[in-house]
């Protein structure tokens, strides 16, 4: 059985939290649902969603860990602290989801078919993605899920790419390096990764 955790940093800007309760609505609404969600704090307690989100997800009964940082870590290196905790705690595929962004209905069940199909090849599986403007994207980018065959051959996103372009930078890497680790998810409208887009 495939064990899909969802990885969800917030933080650490408060604008970051300011979508988190749809986002993890997302994840519960999803029609094969994760084994867990990992959420790393990077505002250290200051998420009044926090609340509202613990609720959600237990009344979901998905289980639910929450990492808090000696330190801000910033996007990059969260989702890669997040990543690592989720695939070290049994996890096949850890899904990369923005606080501010949402995963369609059945992105996580076209998730588990590919991997599957793939025979759990290590890789980074991504996503296609509908921006909230109505563009759509079919390339690489963090709406992608992970192995920890993936984390150890790469180090996971480069944390000096934080200021932007962070999936750029390790997509440019894989695509000189190691193009067959990039490996799409096919699927329709109900699977993809939805990006919120604000200042």
């Known amino acids: 059985m495939t064990n899909i955790a969802v990885v969800i940093p917030v933080g650490p800007?408060?604008?970051?939290?300011?979508?988190?309760?749809?986002?993890?609505?997302?994840?519960?609404d999803q029609t094969v649902g994760p084994s867990a969600v990992v959420i790393v704090d990077d505002m250290h307690g200051h998420c009044v969603e926090f609340e509202q989100v613990d609720d959600l997800l237990f009344r979901a009964g998905i289980n639910r860990?929450?990492?808090l940082p000696p330190w801000r870590l910033g996007v990059a290196t969260a989702f890669n602290a997040g990543c690592s905790i989720?695939?070290?705690?049994?996890?096949?595929?850890?899904?990369?989801?923005?606080?501010?962004?949402?995963?369609?209905?059945?992105a996580l069940g076209h998730l588990k078919v590919c991997y599957e199909a793939e025979r759990g090849r290590d890789g980074f599986y991504w996503f296609e993605?509908?921006?909230?403007?109505?563009?759509?994207?079919?390339?690489?980018?963090?709406?992608a899920a992970?192995?920890?065959?993936?984390?150890?051959?790469?180090?996971?996103?480069?944390?000096?790419?934080?200021?932007?372009?962070?999936?750029?930078?390790?997509?440019?890497?894989m695509l000189v390096h190691n193009p067959n680790s990039l490996i799409r998810v096919p699927g329709d409208d109900g699977s993809r990764y939805f990006v919120r887009q604000h200042p």
């Open 65 to 67: 860990m929450v990492y």
């Open 13 to 28: 800007r408060a604008v970051h939290a300011k979508w988190l309760v749809d986002c993890v609505q997302s994840v519960i």
């Open 86 to 106: 989720a695939l070290a705690t049994g996890a096949d595929l850890a899904v990369m989801l923005g606080a501010d962004d949402m995963l369609g209905p059945r």
């Open 129 to 143: 993605v509908q921006y909230d403007t109505g563009e759509q994207q079919s390339l690489p980018c963090n709406g």
């Open 146 to 173: 992970v192995t920890a065959g993936f984390m150890r051959a790469t180090g996971g996103l480069p944390v000096e790419a934080s200021l932007g372009g962070m999936d750029g930078a390790l997509v440019s890497e």
